[in-house]
């Protein structure tokens, strides 16, 4: 088992920054982030291997959003840029359990574990 403990969202206006925790019980491999809006359903955002040497994102954050990790801390990290209000939503980290990086990095089933989110809004 893994519990994953997310930190970092609030209130921002459109254009601004935040930097999103994900805390680790123990050490994990692949990570990921999705976020999920009102009415909508979870989307992938992004993944990092366990070295970080592979990451993948989705084309609606590519170049806002950068995904990285500290394993020293079993933490992993998003930092999102030009944030914008259709980022407004919940953001949850996912913990896999499979060994290797594939093409599942993007889809819920690829995750074992989740967080219990934090509410990011972004303000216009």
């Known amino acids: 088992q893994v519990q994953l403990v997310e930190s970092g969202g609030g209130l921002v206006q459109a254009g601004g920054s935040l930097r999103l925790s994900c805390a680790a019980s123990r050490r994990t491999l692949t990570m990921g982030w999705f976020r999920q809006a009102p009415g909508k359903e979870r989307e992938f955002l992004a993944s990092t291997s366990w070295s970080g040497g592979s990451t993948t994102y989705a084309d609606s954050v590519k170049g806002r959003f950068t995904i990285s990790r500290d394993n020293a801390k079993n933490t992993v990290y998003l930092q999102m840029n030009s944030l914008k209000p259709e980022d407004t939503a919940v953001y949850y980290c996912?913990?896999?359990?499979?060994?290797?990086?594939?093409?599942?990095?993007?889809?819920?089933?690829?995750?074992?574990?989740w967080g219990q989110g934090t509410q990011v809004t972004v303000s216009s």
């Open positions: 996912a913990a896999s359990e499979n060994i290797g990086y594939s093409d599942s990095v993007r889809f819920r089933y690829g995750y074992a574990y």
